[in-house]
């Protein structure tokens, strides 16, 4: 089964900290992305990358950066946290034929309160 | 934007079949329909995803009306364990998902 990890299921942080969410993937997907889940607003994409050192904006990366240098992993950085970035994070992976679209895989969800 | 309208949620009697419903009038062509859902606290889950014909797999039936403006996603034999929120969301492949909210299915016992 293909499986993807995220580094921590809660996460509590600070305003000003910088935050490192990491992601894992075990099925060699060349595709993967973040999202962003709140209530009543669905997931939104902050970025992606379709390989390694590549990413692309999706909706809403404005606040975040990421890192891709390893296929398998892709980070989300969050430079300076700030109480509206409080949320889900979710990571998910895909095959290169999919792209935005198809079957995605998901990770469990990092849960990140900034206070 | 999400371009389908889904009930904000539903029951469903364990054992009996769930029936979501969702519209998507303003389908084009080569967009296709996926659904996923998702269990609490977990990330979401792909179930299926079709074109134009019924599409069936051993989680679930999707159901696309001949004008593609509808479609329906049928969980046979609901168990307690599909609680989730399920999501139908249109889109050509290589373009961007948006998931929308999605139906709120609770499965009684």
């Known amino acids: 089964d293909v499986k993807v990890t995220q580094s921590s299921r809660y996460l509590v942080k600070r305003t000003g900290e910088k935050v490192f969410l990491e992601c894992v993937q075990d099925m060699d997907h060349e595709n993967m992305f973040w999202y962003r889940q709140d209530p009543g607003l669905g997931l939104r994409l902050i970025y992606f990358s379709y390989d390694v050192k590549m990413k692309e904006k999706g909706d809403i990366p404005e606040g975040y950066s990421v890192s891709r240098e390893k296929k398998e992993r892709f980070s989300l950085i969050l430079e300076s946290a700030s109480t509206n970035q409080t949320s889900m994070y979710l990571c998910?992976?895909?095959?290169?034929?999919?792209?935005?679209?198809?079957?995605?895989?998901f990770g469990p969800g990092t849960r990140l309160t900034v206070t | 934007d999400a371009k389908t309208t889904q009930p904000t949620s539903m029951d469903c009697a364990e054992g009996r079949a769930a029936n979501l419903p969702c519209n998507h009038s303003t389908i084009s062509g080569n967009e296709y329909v996926y659904w996923y859902r998702q269990i609490h606290s977990q990330g979401p889950q792909y179930i299926i995803h079709?074109?134009?014909n019924n599409e069936t797999n051993e989680m679930a039936s999707l159901i696309i009306t001949e004008d593609r403006k509808s479609s329906t996603l049928i969980l046979p034999h609901a168990t307690l364990r599909d609680t989730a929120v399920y999501y139908c969301?249109?889109?050509?492949?290589?373009?961007?998902?948006?998931f929308g909210t999605g139906t709120s299915l609770t499965v009684i016992p």
């Open positions: 079709g074109l134009k």
């Open positions: 998910a992976s895909s095959r290169a034929e999919v792209l935005l679209s198809g079957e995605q895989y």
């Open positions: 969301i249109v889109a050509i492949t290589g373009n961007q998902f948006y």
